[in-house]
């Protein structure tokens, strides 16, 4: 895989699983724009993507504010160039609290929905008169295996997670015949700073955790439901996106990929 002379954008590029994908790409040659709310941690992970390809770039993006999203059409454009590879990571699991409450508030639904969701929506449109112009480009959605089954802790989330899969569907048949291929990837059980607020959730809600410091519980998971007995990692994540934007890839569009160990076999 050779990405050199590419551009990508990462939303949610800051850290965790966007982190490891924008270092991945640029480990394969390609400049990489950190899309991401966190001005200062998107900074901290362009210098490392500078000492890897030469070059990156950052704009603070707030997926759901649609002036910010045609900004960083504009700015990507300006300082990196036309875009090739679009990665939609950016995601949140509720709003303020959602980690000490049992249950789902109307508040966790809509910001959820309109980060995860529309969020999504408004940066592929952005980009895609861009894309279409060129006939050619590859978008990458970071969905998860709770968009799967529906679960009973966050439902909101898992709902949002499935309409991440199908909006990519949809969407991919959109702009199949302009070249572009869009794809999901469904990430297992990652220990991230999101998945710690998780455990303690679970630690509180569910009685098989009680007692349970978030990373007990993430490990009962792993050694419950993971066949092969491992956590999934953001570099798993990042390698899988490789493949989807690269040549080796370019026959393949809608689909959504599980990357969890086993944990959802279909």
């Given at each position: ?144 295996i709770a968009g799967r089954e529906g ?34 990837i469904c990430p297992g ?78």
């Amino acid at each position: 895989m050779n990405f050199k002379g590419q551009v990508a954008v990462v939303t949610g590029g800051a850290t965790g699983i966007g982190r490891a994908i924008a270092l991945k790409l640029a480990d394969k040659g390609a400049s990489v724009m950190i899309a991401d709310i966190n001005e200062e941690a998107a900074a901290q992970t362009a210098a490392e993507v500078k000492e890897v390809s030469g070059k990156s770039a950052v704009f603070v993006t707030d997926v759901t504010d649609l002036e910010a999203c045609n900004g960083l059409v504009e700015a990507t454009t300006e300082l990196l160039g036309a875009v090739d590879i679009l990665v939609n990571n950016a995601g949140i699991a509720g709003s303020a609290g959602w980690q000490t409450r049992s249950y789902s508030t109307e508040e966790d639904w809509k910001q959820t929905y309109q980060v995860n969701v529309i969020g999504m929506s408004n940066i592929t449109a952005a980009f895609q008169p861009q894309m279409i112009k060129k006939r050619s480009g590859r978008i990458v959605n970071i969905a998860s295996i709770a968009g799967r089954e529906g679960r009973p802790s966050l439902p909101h989330y898992s709902a949002s997670k499935a309409a991440v899969i199908s909006l990519t569907q949809s969407i991919a048949l959109e702009l199949a015949r302009f070249n572009i291929t869009m794809n999901a990837i469904c990430p297992g059980l990652l220990w991230t700073p999101m998945w710690e607020q998780i455990g303690d959730r679970y630690a509180y809600d569910m009685p098989a955790y009680e007692g349970m410091n978030p990373r007990e519980v993430f490990d009962a998971m792993i050694a419950e439901k993971i066949p092969m007995q491992k956590e999934q990692t953001p570099e798993d994540i990042a390698d899988t996106v490789a493949f989807f934007v690269s040549d080796d890839a370019k026959n393949i569009t809608g689909q959504a990929l599980n990357v969890d160990g086993g944990f959802f076999m279909r």
